[in-house]
C-alpha cells in the first residue's frame, strides 16, 4: 500500500535562509506525488506535482521539487525563505488517476515557521 | 470561478445531535472527496466519490454517511455526532485524466462536539 512519510512536523528557518521539507513515499507501482501548502484557516493550495515527466519539479513560490527514485524521495526546496512562507506543507501521493488508485494519501503535514 | 464551496464554515453540535456538511464544485470534476483534518495527522479520507452515483469507503467512514446528490455536489452526514467527531472537514474534487490533477480543496468546515 502507498504511503507518505514527512520527516520533521515542524522545520524552523531564518528569513532568507534554505528551505528544505523532507517526504519519503512508498508505493508499488511509479507513483504521482504532489505538495500541498496551507496557510491558517484556510484550504490546501497545489504547489507542484510530479507526474512522471522531468524529475525536477518548479512549482509556484519559488518552490520546486525533485523526484528521486532510488532515494523514494521527493524533497521540497526554496532557496530563500520569505516569512510569507509561513505555513503548514502536506506530502501527498496516488498511484494512478481512475477509482481508489487515483486517491491521495497524505503525510502528516510540516509545519514551517520563518523567523525574522 | 468559485471552484470548492463549503458550508457551514463553522458548526457547534451536541453529542447526539445530527448534521450535515454541504459541498458543491463548479468545475464539472467527476470525482470528489471528503476528508479530516486532524491535529499532527494530516488528512484522512472519509469518503469518496469517483463519479456521478457512486460512493466508495475511504480510510476513516464509521460514523459518516455521504450522498453523492449530482455532478456538482457531495454531502457528508453525521446521523449521532460524538465528540471524536470534532476536526476541520475538507471536501475536494479532481478531474481525472490521463495524468492525475491533484486536487482542488475548499475553504473546510470546523466542526465542534460537545
Known amino acids: ?31 504521482y506525488l504532489f505538495w500541498y501548502v496551507q496557510y491558517p484557516n484556510q484550504g490546501l493550495q497545489l504547489l507542484l506535482k510530479y507526474t512522471s515527466a522531468a524529475t525536477l519539479v518548479k512549482g509556484i513560490n519559488g518552490f520546486e521539487a525533485e523526484f528521486k527514485k532510488s532515494e523514494t524521495s521527493f524533497h521540497l526546496t526554496k532557496p530563500s525563505a520569505h516569512m510569507s512562507d509561513a505555513a503548514e506543507y502536506f506530502c501527498a ?24 | ?16 445531535q ?33 463519479s456521478e452515483g ?4 475511504g480510510e476513516v467512514p464509521n460514523g459518516y454517511n455521504v450522498s453523492r446528490l449530482n455532478k456538482r455536489e457531495f454531502s ?15 471536501c ?5 485524466g490521463t495524468t492525475p490533477y491533484g486536487y482542488t480543496f475548499g475553504s473546510g468546515t470546523r466542526l465542534t462536539v460537545v
Not at chain 1, 500500500?1 to 528544505?20: D, N, R, W
Not at chain 2, 449521532?80 to 472537514?89: D, E, F, L, N, R
Open chain 1, 93 to 116: 501521493v496516488s498511484e494512478g488517476y481512475g477509482g481508489s488508485q487515483g486517491n491521495l494519501i497524505f503525510g502528516k503535514g510540516t509545519k514551517l515557521s520563518v523567523k525574522p
Open chain 2, 54 to 57: 457512486t460512493t466508495d469507503k
Open chain 2, 18 to 50: 445530527s448534521m450535515t456538511l454541504q459541498c458543491a464544485q463548479d468545475m464539472n470534476h467527476n470525482s470528489m472527496y471528503w476528508y479530516r483534518q486532524d491535529p499532527g495527522m494530516g488528512l484522512r479520507l472519509i469518503y469518496y466519490s469517483a
Open chain 2, 92 to 96: 475536494a474534487s479532481s478531474r481525472p
Open chain 1, 1 to 31: 500500500a502507498q504511503s507518505v512519510t514527512q520527516l520533521g512536523s515542524h522545520v524552523s528557518v531564518s528569513e532568507g535562509a534554505l528551505v528544505l521539507l523532507r517526504c519519503n513515499y512508498s508505493s508499488s507501482v511509479p507513483p
Open chain 2, 1 to 16: 470561478n468559485a471552484g470548492v464551496t463549503q458550508t457551514p464554515k463553522f458548526q457547534v453540535l451536541k453529542t447526539g
Open chain 2, 76 to 90: 457528508l452526514r453525521l446521523e449521532s455526532a460524538a465528540p471524536s467527531q470534532t476536526s476541520v472537514y475538507f
